[in-house]
């Protein structure tokens, strides 16, 4: 799913090459991706695009005639600029054509539109814009996993899965530390840790731009320390990276940096295995020569 970084990236790209046209017209290859039906979107033709909003990890566009589109990429989701590819959605501008696309056969993409800006919102902390104090009462409201309030948006806009293993691997903590446990030197230590995370892949992905549009939009970068690396080394302690799965999601860390060298129990192994399931390092490599054999 698109974060931060991404919509960050994607509205500057907009913003350079849609902002001030005019939206010729709106053509849908599905009516289940568009969940508001007044007013139309049809209202929204004719009309010029003069403003964008990051609104958490979704894009709102705003037109001249107050009317606001909201487009949610979910997991799947990516715009194109002047692409080929079939698309869900495509908008004409009197400059070119801005299209959705949806990996898979899953439909989640959304696109809401309204009257006017009144009701665009994000419940969750804006934590690049955030004060110490605002982010510490935020963090320890409710005793969370960091993993699950890193990636709630009620709690705090913009970080999802991704991210969050990055920003957690940065800062040297546990994924499953409860946020009411953490003390003050490790709660501005995770801030600190959101604010460079953030800041570094934005950049990163701004210069990958360039001036053109952001076409290969993805979760998984090279430049991750630990998201998406399993079993590789980490970088900083070589030590191989190692996950938990829970159901579509998958959570990376390293053991050594930021659990003490303990393995997390994954949840599908560690209910299979019960009381075998490795403790440490040392004990998943004796499990796998055992298994292995010599």
């Known amino acids: 799913m698109p974060e931060y970084?991404?919509?960050?990236?994607?509205?500057?790209?907009?913003?350079?090459?849609?902002?001030g046209h005019t939206l010729q017209s709106v053509k849908l290859t599905t009516p289940f991706l568009v969940r508001t039906y007044q007013p139309p979107i049809q209202a929204l033709e004719r009309h010029s695009l003069t403003a964008l909003r990051r609104v958490g990890k979704r894009i709102a566009f705003g037109f001249s005639n107050g009317h606001w589109m909201v487009l949610h990429l979910m997991i799947a989701g990516r715009l194109h600029w002047n692409s080929r590819r079939q698309a869900l959605a495509a908008f004409t501008f009197d400059n070119g054509d801005l299209t959705l696309t949806e990996a898979g056969s899953r439909r989640q993409a959304s696109l809401h539109v309204y009257a006017d800006d009144t009701a665009i919102s994000t419940a969750g902390l804006e934590v690049m814009d955030c004060t110490l104090d605002q982010f510490a009462s935020r963090l320890t409201a409710d005793n969370h996993?960091?993993?699950?309030?890193?990636?709630?948006?009620n709690i705090f806009s913009g970080i999802g899965n991704a991210y969050s293993d990055e920003i957690l691997h940065h800062a040297r903590l546990s994924p499953v530390a409860l946020s009411q446990k953490l003390k003050p030197a490790e709660i501005a230590q995770l801030l600190e840790a959101i604010l460079d995370r953030l800041e570094y892949f934005t950049e990163l992905l701004r210069r990958r731009t360039g001036p053109g549009f952001p076409?290969?939009?993805?979760a998984f970068l090279p430049e991750m320390a630990a998201h998406g690396k399993y079993n590789q080394p980490c970088p900083r302690c070589q030590t191989p990276i190692q996950r938990i799965v829970r159901a579509a999601n998958e959570t990376n860390y390293c053991p050594t940096c930021q659990t003490g060298g303990k393995l997390l129990a994954d949840h599908a192994l560690s209910r299979l295995l019960g009381k075998d399931w490795p403790k440490s390092l040392d004990e998943l490599e004796e499990r796998k020569r055992f298994l292995t054999g010599p």
Request: charged letters at 30%.
């Open 215 to 218: 076409e290969k939009v993805t």
């Open 5 to 19: 970084p991404d919509i960050t990236v994607y509205i500057e790209a907009l913003e350079r090459h849609a902002l």
């Open 145 to 153: 996993t960091l993993k699950r309030s890193l990636t709630d948006p």
